[in-house]
């Protein structure tokens, strides 16, 4: 299929000084003075990156096409529950996310930009016990086709290997010496690297995210696949009601 011919300048410089602000002035006053700033400058560049992300994805995970607005996070912390009671996240980030599945218990891409890091993944993090579930069942039975999608040549290039926590045990359900049994163990199934911050000011980090992204589809597909079958059984179980 052709490619698309989507286009992205960068992020403004003035960005990089918005998100060098916000780690030293992270308080509602600072914030406040700088509103605009922020919205025209940061936020408005990575609606326009999304959209051109979008347009990539139609070649290679059109299912993960995800709206400007539901794809960039708020720059509000969540702060109800939180020791850290600073308002504001540092850095700007973005979610494309598996459509006709709940965005917070499936995997999906990701990514985010501050001032020091520039940040791209894909997976899941810490799902969820009934997604986990599903997941875990899915890869006892089909742990072969999740290695030989972690051993793909573009997906290690491009994403290197699964990250995160593994529990010290096996998780209730599975029997120890299984032949997935670091596979099951795992805490989060996700993929991510850390990239030189100048990349994100520059026409390349369109080009860069797109790769990343299109090697790590087949990753993504399969931890939803499980996801998906119940989602439908979920689907036709409420239309007989």
């Known amino acids: 299929m052709a490619r698309t011919k989507a286009t992205f300048p960068g992020f403004p410089k003035e960005a ?3 998100l060098r602000g916000i780690e030293k002035n992270n308080n509602k006053q600072w914030f406040d003075k700088k509103k605009a700033e922020y919205e025209t400058k940061v936020k408005e560049p990575m609606m326009a990156l999304v959209e051109a992300i979008n347009a990539e994805m139609v070649n290679y995970a059109p ?3 995800t709206e400007p607005k539901k794809a960039v996070f708020r720059i509000h912390r969540d702060v109800r529950f939180a020791k850290d009671k600073t308002p504001y996240k540092t850095n700007i980030a973005a979610g494309w996310y598996r459509q006709n599945l709940n965005k917070n218990e499936s995997a999906s891409f990701y990514m985010h930009l501050s001032a020091k890091e520039l940040f791209v993944g894909a997976g899941i993090y810490m799902p969820p016990p009934e997604p986990m579930k599903l997941m875990r ?3 006892a039975e089909h742990h072969q086709e999740l290695r030989e999608i972690l051993a793909d040549n573009q997906l290690r290039k491009w994403m290197g290997g699964l990250q995160g ?9 599975f029997l120890g010496a299984h032949p997935a049994e670091d596979l099951l163990r795992r805490k989060m199934y996700i993929v991510w690297v ?3 911050t100048d990349l994100a000011y520059t026409p390349d980090l369109l080009a860069d995210l797109s790769a990343r992204f299109e090697a ?4 993504l597909e399969y931890l939803n696949r499980p996801l998906q079958v119940a989602a439908q059984k979920a689907k036709t179980a409420q239309s007989f009601l």
Do not use: D
């Not at 926590?165 to 359900?173: A, D, K, N, Y």
């Open 63 to 65: 299912n993960y096409i």
């Open 165 to 173: 926590e593994s529990m010290t045990r096996m998780p209730l359900g």
């Open 137 to 139: 069942n899915h890869i």
């Open 216 to 219: 790590a589809t087949p990753f």
């Open 194 to 196: 850390e990239l030189p």
């Open 16 to 18: 990089l000084q918005f």
